[in-house]
C-alpha cells in the first residue's frame, strides 16, 4: 500500500489550501486515516484523523479552521485548511491504517506535502 499526499503549497495568512492523500496498491479495507505535521526542529503531531465511519478528532490548534473527509469508495484522505496562520507551515504527512484479508492491521505513511504560510 502506497499513499501519496498532494495539495501543498505557499499560501498567504487567511488563506485555504486543501490537502489530498491517496491510497493505491493492494487494499483490502483502510480503517482509520489521518493527517500529522511536522514543523522545522520540531516533533511530528496529530492534526485530524477520522475513522472510517466518519468519526473525527482534531487538534486543538485547528479546531474550526481545518476539517478532514474521505471518500472511502477512492481510498482517499482529504484536508481542507482555512484560515491559515504562520504557525501551520509544516511538513504534513497522511497516515492509514490497512487491515489485509487475514485481518492483520498496518500502518502506512504517506511522503510528506510542505504547507507555508506567510505573514
Known amino acids: 500500500v502506497q499513499l501519496q499526499a498532494s495539495g501543498g503549497g505557499l499560501v498567504q495568512a487567511g488563506g485555504s489550501l486543501r490537502l489530498s492523500c491517496a491510497a493505491s496498491?493492494?487494499?483490502?479495507?483502510?480503517?482509520?486515516m489521518g493527517w500529522y505535521r511536522q514543523a522545522p526542529g520540531k516533533q511530528r503531531d496529530l492534526v485530524a484523523t477520522?475513522?472510517?465511519?466518519?468519526?473525527?478528532n482534531y487538534a486543538d490548534s485547528v479546531k474550526g479552521r481545518f476539517t478532514i473527509s474521505r471518500d472511502n469508495a477512492k481510498n482517499t484522505v482529504y484536508l481542507q485548511m482555512n484560515s491559515l496562520k504562520p504557525e501551520d507551515t509544516a511538513v504534513y504527512y497522511c497516515?492509514?491504517?490497512?487491515?489485509?484479508?487475514?485481518?492483520?492491521?498496518?500502518?502506512?505513511w504517506g511522503q510528506g506535502t510542505l504547507v507555508t504560510v506567510s505573514s
Open positions: 477520522i475513522t472510517r465511519d466518519g468519526s473525527t
Open positions: 496498491g493492494s487494499i483490502f479495507r483502510i480503517n482509520g
Open positions: 497516515n492509514a491504517d490497512h487491515v489485509s484479508r487475514w485481518s492483520q492491521t498496518y500502518n502506512y
